[in-house]
C-alpha cells in the first residue's frame, strides 16, 4: 500500500503513534492472513489470523523463512514469481499454494502478494495476503473427481447416453460415444445434424414417438420416466432395437431438454419373438402346436365359405408308433416324427395348416375345402408316410397312419370339430389302420356309449363286481387238469352282460385295468390255492394280462407277495400275454423279473401276432397256447395237419410246453393226441364255470358240462 494511501486511510489522525497503534489494530483484524516477508525471506510480522490459521507464534513466525512452511512443489513458482516483482516485471502476484501448519497438516491458501520499495526503489518487503481455500479446494476436486466418474460411466456402460432439445430435429447437446459403436456414426457426426436421429428411426414408428414427446411436454415440471421401444437403422441399412428411457428437464430459464438413454434391446426382442413362436410351436418339428391349431380352427369357422364348402379338420394318428419308440429309443422316436411331420407338411396345400397336437399325433385345418378334397390328401398322406421307408441313424422303418375326417356343420366349435375328427381317427384304427374315415353322427353314439361303460366298470371294479370262471387246461391223454385259466366276467344290472373283449379295452383305455387286473391276480391265486387244498390236485393257475400292467414296475413284487399270501410256489402261475406284447422291450423286461423267480410265461393265441418261429428262443416263454384258428381245420385238410404237427414238433425241440385250444370235437381231440399234443383246451373238454366243478381229472368220455358261457 503506497504512502499516499495510508494516508488516505489514516485520515485525521495526526498522532504518529496514534496512527501506528490504528495500523495494528486493523491488521490483527483483518479476517485474512496477512505477513510481512522482509528481504531475506523472513516473516517478520503477521496479524492474528494467519496466526490463527497455521498455528504459529508471531514469534516462531519471525524465525521462519516463508518455504519453511511451503510445501516444496510450490516453492519453485513462488520464487520466480517474487523474481519478476522484485524486477519490476509485475506489480503483484497471485497464486494458489499449500502451507504447513504447525501440527504438520496442510492448507490450500489463495496468496496475493505486492512489493513495498525503498525511497531509492530497491525492494524492502512483500506484503502477503492468504486466505484459507482448502474447503473449496476441496470441493472442486470431489466435483472433478464426480464429473471423471460419471465421464467413465457415461462413456464406457453399453448405452448411449444423450441430450438434446424436443422435437424431430432438435439439436442435440450431448451424445455419448457408444452411438458408434451402436449405429454407425460418431458423436459429432450426431451433434453436428439435428435431424440425424428421425432419418434413423423407422418411419412407422416416428409418428408415435412425437406423440410421447408431446405428452412429456404437456406434464411441464413432471419427471416422469417415458420409455419407448423402437427399430432404427445402422448407418449400413442394418436394423437393430432400441429403448428409449428419457425425462424431460428445465433450466432457469424454463427451456426444456430431454435427458435419455438408448440401450440395444435387439437381443431381447430376438428372445421375445422367439419365446412368441415357441409358445405357438412344436419344438421338436417346428409346425404349430395344439394352441396355434385351435386357433386356426377358430379363424378358419369364422372366415366365409362358398357354397357346398367349408371347414375341413383331419386328425392323424401314427400306427405302431410306440413299437418303433421301445424298439429302437425315444431318440429315434423323435427322428421319425420329425420325418413323418415333414411328409404330411408337404402333402399340404399352402394355405392348410399342418400342426403337431402332441406325441404322434397331427393335425390338419382346410379352409373352404370339400370332404372329397380332404379325402384326396388323406390318401397322400397315407401313401407318403407308408410309401418309402423312414430312415433314422440306426436303420429304416416303416410308418403307416390312421386318419379321421370331420366338416364343419353349421354353429359347429373348435371343440367339437375336433372330437369328431378324433373319433373318426379311432373307427379308422378300428377298420385295420393305414386307412382315412370321414366323421359320422354314430361315431359319436359308439363314443358316447364307450363312456357309460367306462363309468358302469369303474363302479364294477370299485364294489368287486367282475367275477371269475374258470376253464381247466388238460393233459389230453391221462385226463388229469394240469391247469386252471381264469376268465373275468361282468354282468351289469344294466347293461347286461359284457364279455371280455369289450370290458377290457375299456378297463384299459380308462385307466382300470391296474386295479382289475390285481384284483384277478388275488383272486384266481386264492380260488386255486381253496382248490387245491380241497381237491389234492396240483394245477396251476393261468391269468392273463394286459401290457399295460406290464409297464408297472411293481407288478413283479405285487405277484410274489399274492403268491406268498396264497401259500402258492412261484411255478403255480402261468402268465398268458400276446405274441405282440414280447415285441415290447419294457415287457419282456418284467417279464423276464417274473421268470427268474420261477413264475411261467405262455404266448396266448400263438400264430395270430407278430412272433415268428426262430424267435421263439429269444423270447421269456414257457409255453405255447396254439390258436383255435390252428386247431379247428384239423382234419379238413392234410396240409393243415402237417402245418400244426410242424408248429408242435418246433414247440417241443425249443422244450416249450405247448397247449391247444378251441378244442370242440372228438376228431380235434384224436388228431391233437396223434401229434403228441400234451395239453388242450375247449368246450369238448370243459366248458368255462365255477372253480369248485373242475375235478382233479376229467372224464374223457363225457365232458364237463358246467355253466355255460363263452370263452
Known sequence: MSETENGSAL????????????????????????????????????????????????????????SDYTHPDDIPVNLELSRRLAAGEIDSFEMEKRFRRKDGGWIWVALTVSL??????????????????????RLVSDLRAAEERYR???????????????????????????????????????????GLWWRQVDPAAREGLIAGEHLMLADGSSTERRSDTYRMFRRDGSSLWVRDDAVVLYDHAGTPTIQGVLVDVSQEKDLEAQLGHDAYHDSLTGLPNRSRFRESVDEALAAPTREGRGTVVLFVDLDNFKTVNDSFGHATGDEVIIAAAG???????????????????????????????????????????????????????????????????ADETAGTLLRNADLAMYQ?????????????????????????????????VATGAITLEFQPI??????????????????????????????????????????????????????????????????????NVSPLQLEDDTFPDFAMTVLRDQGLEPRDLVLEVTEGLLLEERSRT???????????????????????????????????????????????????????????????????????EGIETPHQLDELKATSCSFGQGYLLARPGPITAIPVTLNRSSPLTVEDGSQ
Open 474 to 543: 388238460v393233459e389230453l391223454h391221462s385226463g388229469a387238469t394240469a391247469g386252471i385259466e381264469a376268465l373275468a366276467r361282468w354282468h351289469d344290472p344294466e347293461l347286461g352282460t359284457v364279455p371280455p373283449s369289450i370290458f377290457i379295452p375299456v378297463a384299459e383305455q380308462a385307466g382300470l385295468i391296474h386295479e382289475l387286473g390285481r384284483q384277478v391276480l388275488v383272486r384266481a391265486c386264492a380260488e386255486l390255492a381253496q382248490w387245491r387244498e380241497h381237491t389234492g390236485g396240483d394245477a396251476y393257475a393261468a391269468v
Open 428 to 460: 379308422a384304427k378300428a377298420r385295420g389302420r393305414g386307412r382315412h374315415a370321414v366323421y359320422e353322427p354314430s361315431m359319436h353314439e359308439g363314443a358316447v356309449e364307450q363312456f357309460r361303460l367306462a363309468e358302469a366298470l369303474q363302479l364294477a
Open 343 to 409: 411328409r404330411i407338411r408337404s402333402c399340404a396345400r399352402e394355405r392348410d395348416v399342418a400342426a403337431r397336437l402332441g406325441g404322434d399325433e397331427f393335425g390338419l385345418v382346410l379352409r373352404d375345402a370339400t370332404v372329397e378334397e380332404a379325402s384326396a390328401l388323406a390318401d397322400r398322406i397315407l401313401d407318403s408316410l407308408h410309401g418309402a421307408p423312414i430312415a433314422f441313424s440306426g436303420g429304416t422303418v416303416i410308418v403307416g397312419a390312421s386318419i379321421g375326417i370331420a366338416v364343419a356343420c
Open 590 to 660: 418284467t417279464l423276464g423279473a417274473l421268470r427268474s423267480h420261477g413264475v411261467r410265461v405262455a404266448i396266448d393265441d400263438f400264430g395270430t401276432g407278430y412272433s415268428s418261429l426262430n424267435r421263439l428262443r429269444q423270447l421269456p416263454v414257457d409255453m405255447i397256447k396254439i390258436d383255435q384258428a390252428f386247431v379247428s381245420p384239423v382234419g379238413s385238410d392234410e396240409g393243415d395237419g402237417a402245418f400244426l404237427r410242424a408248429i408242435i414238433g418246433l414247440a417241443q425241440t425249443l422244450h416249450l410246453t405247448i397247449v391247444a
Open 11 to 66: 485520515q485525521g489522525v495526526d498522532d504518529p503513534a496514534a496512527r501506528v497503534a490504528q495500523l495494528e489494530m486493523i491488521l490483527q483484524l483483518a479476517p485474512v492472513g496477512i505477513g510481512l516477508v522482509d528481504s531475506v525471506g523472513r516473516t517478520s510480522m503477521t496479524n492474528g489470523a494467519l496466526h490463527r490459521m497455521l498455528g504459529y507464534t508471531p514469534e516462531e513466525f519471525a524465525t521462519l523463512s516463508w
Open 152 to 194: 467413465v460411466l457415461v462413456e464406457r456402460v453399453p448405452a448411449v447416453v444423450y441430450s438434446a432439445a424436443p422435437g424431430a430435429f432438435g439439436r442435440w447437446h450431448y451424445v455419448s460415444p457408444q452411438i458408434e459403436t451402436m449405429l454407425g456414426f460418431t458423436a459429432q457426426e450426431w451433434m453436428s445434424d439435428p
Open 116 to 137: 513495498v520499495r525503498q525511497a531509492d526503489g530497491s525492494p524492502a518487503y512483500e506484503i502477503g495476503i492468504a486466505m484459507d481455500i482448502t474447503e473449496r479446494k
